[in-house]
T-cell receptor, first 118, second 112 residues
């Protein structure tokens, strides 16, 4: 148990479906992340919400839409996905400092959602 | 963030020390070395990090060379549960850089 939970753990969806992945952290952190891990590929950062800013990887298609209503919850809304979007989607959180002294920046990861797009 | 190079795979006998190398020859002065591991079908787990001094915690030891161009993660007494992909990452920890850039890592297999 890392203090980061993700639901659902497994999801199968068609290309015309709309679904959402949910992440919740119980660690009091102020930054949350979405990563994608495709088979045989390194983890790829998709989105970061940190200190009330959103940072995104410009290569992420618009069919992925993140939402961060508060510092404890993070969603990834999915619509009109493609089969190549099938992957493990991982959420993480960390405690970031705005300026000054270094922070450990240790990221705590959830167990992931295994997504299959048919 | 600086690029890292790790062997694709390594084996280690159970109970022996596992020494995982990482090259980061382009590391800059404000970049730290982080190690994470990912057990199959789980999220990555933080292990240890350091700047230039050797570090030790309850999980592992991190040895960084004096020129900081390479490092070694040491699991002193490997168990079967240490079988995982180990990632070496270099990154700044202050300012706006918050990204962890994962490479392909080293698949460590601990053999009984």
């Amino acid at each position: 148990e890392t203090g980061v939970t993700q639901t659902p753990r497994h999801l199968v969806m068609g290309m015309t479906n709309k679904k959402s992945l949910k992440c919740e952290q119980h660690l009091g952190h102020n930054a949350m992340y979405w990563y994608k891990q495709s088979a045989k590929k390194p983890l790829e950062l998709m989105f970061v919400y940190s200190l009330e800013e959103r940072v995104e990887n410009n290569s992420v298609p618009s069919r992925f839409s993140p939402e961060c209503p508060n510092s404890s919850h993070l969603f990834l809304h999915l619509h009109t996905l493609q089969p190549e979007d099938s992957a493990l989607y991982l959420c993480a959180s960390s405690q970031e400092r705005r300026t000054g002294r270094e922070s450990r920046n240790e990221q705590f990861f959830g167990p992931g959602t295994r997504l299959t797009v048919l | 963030d600086a690029k890292t190079t790790q062997p694709t795979s390594m084996d280690c006998a159970e109970g022996r020390a596992a020494n995982l190398p990482c090259n980061h020859s382009t590391i800059s002065g404000n970049e730290y070395v982080y190690w994470y591991r990912q057990i199959h079908s789980q999220g990555p787990q933080y292990i240890i990090h350091g700047l230039k001094n050797n570090e030790t915690n309850e999980m592992a030891s991190l040895i960084i060379t004096e020129d900081r161009k390479s490092s070694t993660l040491i699991l002193p007494h490997a168990t079967l549960r240490d079988t995982a992909v180990y990632y070496c990452i270099v990154r700044v920890v202050s300012g706006s850089a918050r990204q962890l850039t994962f490479g392909s890592g080293t698949q460590l297999t601990v053999l009984p």
